[in-house]
């Protein structure tokens, strides 16, 4: 009876191996022509292949062979991940930003206004001062290259010498000189042979300085009204109640009433050699 339910071992290994030979048989004998046809290949989008071929290859000399497009792909999201930062450096954004916060900070609040609002601000009026600047890059780069009149390294060429005029017209000399030095570069027979290595610190630092001194007086009207109140509660007796509790409602309405906001933006505005 268990004989008849269960097969012997001998002839299920006998099938197992007819069953594999079976196989092996038929791979062998399938048709070639079927494992060998390449796969159609994927339809490349129009235009993008091109233009990037058209770019890397200026950049590169015009060399007949470009770079695939999956690598130009990533060569250009590196240089998109790291040029915002030099751009930014490079503009009327690092004065602003460090005004606007301590502005807030003279202003006694900490979070108000957010973060977020604060570099808001600071791009918004960057690019109102730099809207000069951006239309000559503009009209002398960006639209020769788009109509196919200069190659990219013309177009780089061209579009940084507007930029280079601004900074160097916010670039202390003293800064400039100490970064020539340091570099044993210079002397220069003109502004347009100053080279970015050497402009470049010199404008971050030119640009700092700026900005501490301009904080400064935005600081300067609100710790006398800190002081003020200070003095006030401790003729009082009120050791025990912080003077920042009591101040900061004065600094805001004094903010408030002089419109502080607009005459902030318009000193910044204002502050950069046009």
Same mark, same amino acid.
């Given at each position: 009876m268990t004989s008849s339910l269960f097969p012997r071992r001998g002839s299920l290994a006998a099938r197992s191996l007819g069953?594999? #030979? @079976?196989?092996? *048989? @038929? +791979?062998?004998? @399938?048709? /070639?022509?079927? %494992?060998q046809t390449p796969a159609p290949a994927a339809p490349a989008a129009p235009g993008v292949g091109d233009a990037l071929d058209r770019a890397l290859g200026d950049l590169g000399g015009g060399q007949d062979a470009p770079l695939a497009l999956s690598l130009q792909i990533l060569i250009i999201m590196g240089l998109l991940s790291v040029l915002p930062g030099i751009l930014l450096m490079m503009t009327s954004f690092?004065? *602003? #930003? +460090?005004v606007l916060a301590v502005l807030r900070q003279a202003l006694g609040? !900490? !979070?108000?206004? /957010?973060? !977020? #609002?604060? #570099?808001?601000?600071?791009?918004?009026?960057?690019?109102?001062?730099?809207?000069p600047t951006i239309s000559q890059i503009n009209e002398a780069a960006i639209q020769p290259y788009a109509d196919g009149q200069i190659s990219a390294t013309q177009?780089?060429?061209?579009?940084?010498?507007?930029?280079? %005029?601004?900074?160097m017209k916010q670039t202390r000399k003293r800064d400039l000189t100490m970064f020539a030095d340091? %570099?044993?570069s210079g002397p220069y027979s003109s502004a347009t042979d100053v080279p970015y290595s050497v402009l470049l610190p010199a404008y971050v630092t030119s640009e700092l300085k700026t900005a501490f001194q301009i904080g400064f007086l935005i600081f300067l009207p609100f710790i006398i009204i800190d002081l003020v109140v200070a003095t006030v509660l401790m003729s009082l007796g009120m050791m025990m109640l912080s003077p920042? *509790? *009591?101040?900061?409602?004065f600094k805001l309405l004094l903010f408030v009433l002089v419109d502080g906001w607009a005459l902030t933006m318009g000193s910044l505005a204002n502050s950069f050699v046009r």
């Open positions: 069953l594999l #030979v @079976a196989l092996l *048989i @038929a +791979i062998l004998l @399938a048709h /070639p022509a079927l %494992a690092t004065r *602003i #930003v +460090i609040l !900490q !979070q108000t206004p /957010p973060n !977020q #609002v604060l #570099v808001g601000l600071a791009l918004f009026l960057s690019l109102f001062v730099m809207a177009m780089i060429e061209s579009g940084g010498r507007p930029l280079h %005029a601004f900074m340091m %570099a044993n920042t *509790i *009591i101040s900061l409602p």
